[in-house]
Antibody, heavy 124, light 106 residues
Framework: QLQLQESGPGLVKPSETLSLTCTVS??????????WGWIRQPPGKGLEWIGSIYYSGSTYYNPSLKSRVTISVDTSKNQFSLKLSSVTAADTAVYYC????????????????WGQGTMVTVSS | DIQMTQSPSSLSASVGDRVTITCRASQSISSYLNWYQQKPGKAPKLLIY???SLQSGVPSRFSGSGSGTDFTLTISSLQPEDFATYYCQQSYLKYTFGQGTKLEIK
């Protein structure tokens, strides 16, 4: 079955760029049915959507993070990636990648398959 | 931005109890509302999508209702494995989560 796995550094220095990759296995990221997304969760806090991408490269972002976020896709590797620039301690969180499944073709939807998450700490 | 407010923030209940969690949107979101369950150290799990549709594999004791701005998640008879944190999430305009409801054992 479809699985997602996040990877990347667990420690990032303040003001630097956080970079994570999500590898999709058991299915193709190029499926026309799905978007793919990044969600984060600071320790002991709730969930925050960061942004989403389609296999074509079309993206949309959380307005509160938009100026610092870039999400990209590499269909040849069945991966999509997150870059978050100018990080501070407030960006310390577990970062999840997830599949966004539409309610019906072309509609909004829900995150139905998630990676296990990766903890990223911002500290010098 | 659409704000999602859950109530209560925490809840104590016993095995076998019927439990209801409420989620309110700051504007109408039609039925673009999803519910997730999260256990400590684990990724969230989709329970209900489009306000009332049960995700495949989720027990039928979970149900969702509502439209517009007011939504509920109901667990008809609590099981030990249901003690977790529950989040609502709107998908009407981008994506926003509620702050969560922690369901604890009484």
């Amino acid at each position: 079955q479809l699985q997602l796995q996040e990877s990347g550094p667990g420690l990032v220095k303040p003001s630097e760029t956080l970079s994570l990759t999500c590898t999709v296995s058991g299915g193709s990221i190029s499926s026309s049915s799905y978007y793919w997304g990044w969600i984060r969760q600071p320790p002991g806090k709730g969930l925050e959507w960061i942004g989403s991408i389609y296999y074509s490269g079309s993206t949309y972002y959380n307005p509160s993070l938009k100026s610092r976020v870039t999400i990209s896709v590499d269909t040849s590797k069945n991966q999509f990636s997150l870059k978050l620039s100018s990080v501070t301690a407030a960006d310390t969180a577990v970062y999840y990648c997830a599949r966004l499944s539409p309610y019906y073709y072309g509609s909004a939807g829900a995150f139905d398959i998630w990676g296990q998450g990766t903890m990223v700490t911002v500290s010098s | 931005d659409i704000q999602m407010t859950q109530s209560p923030s925490s809840l104590s209940a016993s095995v076998g109890d019927r439990v209801t969690i409420t989620c309110r949107a700051s504007q109408s979101i039609s039925s673009y509302l999803n519910w997730y369950q999260q256990k400590p150290g684990k990724a969230p799990k989709l329970l209900i999508y489009a306000a009332s549709s049960l995700q495949s594999g989720v027990p039928s004791r979970f149900s969702g209702s509502g439209s517009g701005t007011d939504f509920t998640l109901t667990i008809s008879s609590l099981q030990p494995e249901d003690f977790a944190t529950y989040y609502c999430q709107q998908s009407y305009l981008k994506y926003t989560f509620g702050q969560g409801t922690k369901l604890e054992i009484k």
